[in-house]
Every structure is written in C-alpha cells, then in structure tokens.
Nanobody, 125 residues
C-alpha cells in the first residue's frame, strides 16, 4: 500500500488550500484515513480523520470549523480542505491509512498502518 500526498504550497493567512492523498494498493474502502501534521521542532499532531464508512469524522480543536476531511472511494483519494488558514497551520501534512481493528482511535498516529511522504503547507502572515 502506498500513499501519495500532494497539493501543499504557500498561501497567505486567511486563504484556502486543499491537499489530497491518493492511496494505491489494498482495499481503499476498508481503510480509515487520517491527516496529521508536524511543524518544525514539534511533534506530529492529529488534524482530522474519517472512518472507513465516512460515518465518523473527527477534527482537532485547533482546526474545527476551518478544515474539512472527505473521501472519494471511486478515486481512492482523501482530501483535506483548509480554509481561513493561519500561520500556525504551517507544517508538513501527512496522510495515513489503516484498518484500525480492535477499537483503535482514529486520532492516534500509531493506529495507522500506512503513511504518505507528506506535503508542505506554508501560511504567510
């Protein structure tokens, strides 16, 4: 299973950006999907996640109301639409996929089996 994230870039504060992640291999419709980010000098943190069915969606408090996660099973792709971006949103954004069996939390990095290489989002003030 391989994940390829893209769509990062430089955007001004208050602007919008959509990052995407294409998953190849495996059965996409069975995977829970998550977005995490890591800023320089900081630990990787949870951003958003969506269950395999799309019925459960979670957001970090810091992005709630501004970011939207979605999935397109026909395209094997998960999206993160980011609006009202702030300089503190600057980070490398990573997508992750996993079966999350045994009641694992969608908000914890170690719950996921596969990771993309990350895409850099820079928000200028």
């Amino acid at each position: 299973v391989q994940l390829q994230a893209f769509g990062g870039g430089l955007v001004q504060a208050g602007g919008s950006l959509r990052v995407s992640c294409v998953v190849s291999g495996g059965t996409f419709s069975r995977y829970a999907l998550g977005w995490f980010r890591q800023a320089p000098g900081k630990e990787r943190e949870f951003v958003a996640a969506i269950s395999w069915s799309g019925g459960r969606i979670y957001y970090a408090d810091s992005v709630k109301g501004r970011f939207t996660i979605s999935r397109d099973n026909a395209k094997n792709t998960v999206y993160l639409q980011m609006n009202s971006l702030k300089p503190e949103d600057t980070a490398v954004y990573y997508c992750a996929a996993g079966l999350l069996t045994g009641g694992l939390s969608l908000q914890i990095p170690r719950s996921y089996d596969y990771w993309g290489q990350g895409t850099l989002v820079t928000v200028s003030s």
